[in-house]
């Protein structure tokens, strides 16, 4: 480069002094990076919404936000936390006995028996994770819906079961189901506070206020749940939501 000068071999000094200044400007460029990373998680500590950063704990009060999904699973990757998190939020659950068949292991599982709108069948064992997630579903992402697309609330939650020891889509072979583990929810469909019924089935392709809240909880459901699966997805679902905390993120 021109203008540049190498310091001369016979004058190690100047050598020296050279690399001393780029130690001392690397050490400066860290010390002024992680002042700027100080700086930016202070402001956003203060002005970003808890729901969006990873590192605030997880609440059943707080809605659904960019973080929701990451500090549920690391919630409910601590049996002691995941329980807390429940508790705190108002959920009373019964522990469920630990499952062992085949290759069918269930572990951490609860049974929720009050704090959100029942599950019917109300004997759902899930474990602690999918049970929080789920948790968190009805409160932040059901319910709301319910109220913005038929102004009342769901008192009901239908399904076709947790666990079940059993590979995807029964089949003998191939992948074993998040099911056999405890770790998923197939929701068929909701009971309103005036009796109605709203079926997966049945209104998944209404395009009134029925469709509509189906989406809005299947589109809020993969905000928390690492997997999500609706009629969209393919036939097999037609009838239901899958949710689970164990697979690969997906929502469709």
């Known amino acids: ?13 100047i050598a020296s002094h050279a690399r001393r200044q780029t130690i001392a400007a690397r050490i400066v460029g860290v010390a002024l990076l992680w002042a700027l990373v100080g700086v930016m998680t202070f402001v956003a500590d203060r002005a970003v919404p808890r729901q969006h950063l990873p590192w605030k704990k997880l609440t059943l009060v707080d809605p659904v936000g960019a973080a929701t999904r990451v500090k549920a699973a690391r919630a409910g990757a601590d049996p002691a936390a995941c329980r807390a998190v429940l508790a705190a939020g108002g959920i009373a659950f019964a522990e469920a006995p630990a499952t062992t068949n085949d290759w069918c292991v ?9 704090g959100m709108a029942p ?15 789920v948790a968190l579903w009805e409160r932040q992402v059901v319910q709301p819906a319910a109220f913005a697309e038929l ?16 590979r995807i889509y029964g089949q003998e072979e191939g992948p074993v189901s998040e099911h056999a583990l405890a770790n998923a929810l197939d929701v068929a469909g909701f009971r309103l506070a005036d009796g109605t019924s709203i079926s997966v089935l049945s209104d998944w392709h209404d395009p009134g206020p029925k469709g509509r809240f189906l989406r809005r909880v299947r589109d809020g459901g993969c905000k928390v749940f690492l997997t999500v699966l609706s009629p969209d997805y393919n036939a097999e679902h037609a009838n239901h939501l899958h949710l689970d905390m164990g697979g690969w ?3 469709s």
């Open 1 to 13: 480069m021109a203008g540049y000068r190498v310091p001369h071999p016979d004058k190690p000094h």
């Open 106 to 114: 269930v572990k951490d599982a609860v049974r929720i028996t009050s």
């Open 119 to 133: 599950l019917k069948p109300a004997d759902a064992q899930m474990t602690c994770k999918q049970a929080l997630a």
């Open 151 to 166: 102004d009342q609330a769901v008192v009901g939650i239908d399904h076709y079961g947790s666990y079940s020891c059993r």
């Open 249 to 251: 993120p997906k929502c």
